[in-house]
């Protein structure tokens, strides 16, 4: 079993920051990706960001450039963080952790386990 917990989230101004952390537990040495999907009311849970073991990344065209996902190492690697700037009021959501021992996903059926969720919302 693996267990993930969220950290980070809440209330911040157009154009500000927020950093999300995600440490895994458990069996999660056999976790292959960690990644972060966000969801609003009414519309289909989406992966934001995306990082493997190996370091490679894949983010949500409209968060490029302004997010930053990173994953402790070399030893600690089942810490994931998303570092989340300039931020716009559409990115206000339930930010989840989310990890597998697959391959890559892009969507969020690619994922087995989850984290909590966590609050992010944008405003003025």
């Known amino acids: 079993q693996v267990h993930l917990v969220e950290s980070g989230g809440g209330l911040v101004q157009p154009g500000g920051s927020l950093r999300l952390s995600c440490a895994a537990s458990?069996?999660?040495?056999?976790?292959?990706?960690m990644a972060w999907c966000r969801q609003v009311p009414g519309k289909e849970r989406e992966v934001v960001a995306s990082?493997?073991?190996?370091?490679?990344?894949?983010?949500l065209d409209s968060v490029k450039g302004r997010f930053t996902i990173s994953r402790d190492s070399p030893n600690t690697k089942n810490t994931v963080h998303l570092q989340m700037t300039n931020l716009k009021p559409e990115d206000t959501a339930v930010y989840y952790c989310a990890a597998t021992p697959r391959p890559p996903a892009t969507t969020w059926y690619g994922y087995d386990y989850w984290g909590q969720g966590t609050q992010v919302t944008v405003s003025s």
């Open positions: 990082i493997t073991t190996d370091g490679f990344v894949d983010y």
């Open positions: 458990g069996y999660a040495f056999v976790l292959n990706v």
